[in-house]
């Protein structure tokens, strides 16, 4: 009886639109911010990001990307001060990219951390590792809303905005909650010279590294302006379309548990759910 509990449980759905959106923040960070961040080359193309150990441990990366000369590019995102653990995590995302893939890997660590020196390497028994750290804190995000405050709407250009995507890793007074809310609300409005494509890909951008740099808690706070947005509008849809299909499947496992003999009190523990749920679902 357990095993077949198990079999029906409901999957997790992930969901296509965000991954779609992080996917596109991705292809337009490399394509676009590479040379604010100081690197002159251009990537062939995005890289995977999901490896796969052989305990079957799944590593999760940043942004991946294919370079010339059969090598990767490999970011990640600290808004922390970065430790030895950190170092050691990136050094292990190397060496089963490289193996898994034969290139060369690259890491670089785009901090926004206030510490002065953040540790960029580590030497342990022969072998010194060492990342790449790029930094913006001397730049002012505050400033860069300043500027974009004095221009005329109608003669803001592209690259007005794309400074917007950078201001969570940069220094200033401003707090990043704020940062990210100003940026969502200056990417929502309409231009004469701008593209609804590319604003879209900057607020994928945008939310990519919000979701990286702010905490759940303030990522609640600053939804209403997320929704408001082309993006969070698609991110709300898939959201209901997921919830109705989870609301499908649980209602599926309910009944075919009911019919197995099962007590509701049973049903709502095996799956989690009120006893409410569960009476629900049997009574209609």
């Given at each position: 009886?357990?095993?077949?509990?198990?079999?029906?449980?409901?999957?997790?759905?992930?969901?296509?639109?965000?991954?779609?959106?992080?996917?596109?923040?991705?292809?337009?960070?490399?394509?676009?911010?590479?040379?604010?961040?100081?690197?002159?080359?251009?990537?062939?193309?995005?890289?995977?990001?999901?490896?796969?150990?052989?305990?079957?441990?799944?590593?999760?990366?940043?942004?991946?990307?294919?370079?010339?000369?059969?090598?990767?590019?490999?970011?990640?995102?600290?808004?922390?001060?970065?430790?030895?653990?950190?170092?050691?995590?990136?050094?292990?995302?190397?060496?089963?990219?490289?193996?898994?893939?034969?290139?060369?890997v690259t890491t670089f660590v785009i901090c926004s951390s206030k510490v002065k020196k953040p540790l960029s390497q580590f030497t342990e028994g022969l072998n010194t590792y060492r990342?790449?750290?790029?930094?913006?804190?001397?730049?002012?995000?505050?400033?860069?809303?300043?500027?974009?405050?004095?221009?005329?709407?109608?003669?803001?250009?592209?690259?007005?905005?794309?400074?917007?995507?950078?201001?969570?890793?940069?220094?200033?007074?401003?707090?990043?909650?704020?940062?990210?809310?100003?940026?969502?609300?200056?990417?929502?409005?309409?231009?004469?010279s701008i593209c609804p494509n590319d604003t879209q890909k900057m607020q994928a951008v945008l939310y990519a590294?919000?979701?990286?740099?702010?905490?759940?808690?303030?990522?609640?706070?600053?939804?209403?302006?997320?929704?408001?947005?082309?993006?969070?509008?698609?991110?709300?849809?898939?959201?209901?379309?997921?919830?109705?299909?989870?609301?499908?499947?649980?209602?599926?496992?309910?009944?075919?548990?009911?019919?197995?003999?099962?007590?509701?009190?049973?049903?709502?523990?095996?799956?989690?759910?009120?006893?409410?749920?569960?009476?629900?679902?049997?009574?209609?």
């Amino acid at each position: 009886m357990q095993e077949d509990v198990k079999k029906t449980t409901p999957p997790k759905l992930y969901s296509q639109t965000e991954d779609a959106a992080l996917k596109t923040a991705a292809v337009y960070f490399g394509e676009t911010l590479f040379p604010y961040l100081g690197i002159e080359e251009k990537p062939l193309g995005i890289a995977p990001t999901e490896m796969i150990r052989l305990e079957i441990k799944k590593m999760y990366e940043d942004f991946n990307y294919q370079m010339t000369g059969n090598r990767w590019f490999h970011f990640e995102f600290e808004s922390t001060s970065i430790t030895l653990d950190d170092l050691k995590r990136f050094r292990e995302y190397e060496a089963v990219t490289s193996r898994t893939y034969g290139v060369a890997v690259t890491t670089f660590v785009i901090c926004s951390s206030k510490v002065k020196k953040p540790l960029s390497q580590f030497t342990e028994g022969l072998n010194t590792y060492r990342v790449k750290l790029i930094r913006l804190k001397s730049r002012k995000a505050d400033q860069v809303f300043r500027n974009l405050s004095a221009k005329n709407k109608e003669n803001i250009q592209k690259a007005d905005l794309v400074p917007i995507l950078l201001t969570p890793l940069m220094d200033g007074q401003m707090p990043q909650k704020e940062r990210i809310r100003q940026g969502f609300a200056w990417l929502n409005q309409p231009y004469n010279s701008i593209c609804p494509n590319d604003t879209q890909k900057m607020q994928a951008v945008l939310y990519a590294l919000a979701s990286k740099m702010l905490k759940k808690e303030e990522m609640e706070e600053i939804k209403e302006e997320i929704a408001m947005t082309l993006l969070g509008q698609m991110l709300m849809e898939d959201g209901m379309k997921k919830g109705i299909q989870k609301g499908i499947e649980l209602t599926k496992i309910v009944i075919k548990l009911s019919a197995q003999g099962e007590s509701p009190e049973n049903i709502a523990h095996k799956l989690q759910i009120s006893l409410d749920e569960v009476n629900k679902i049997l009574e209609d």
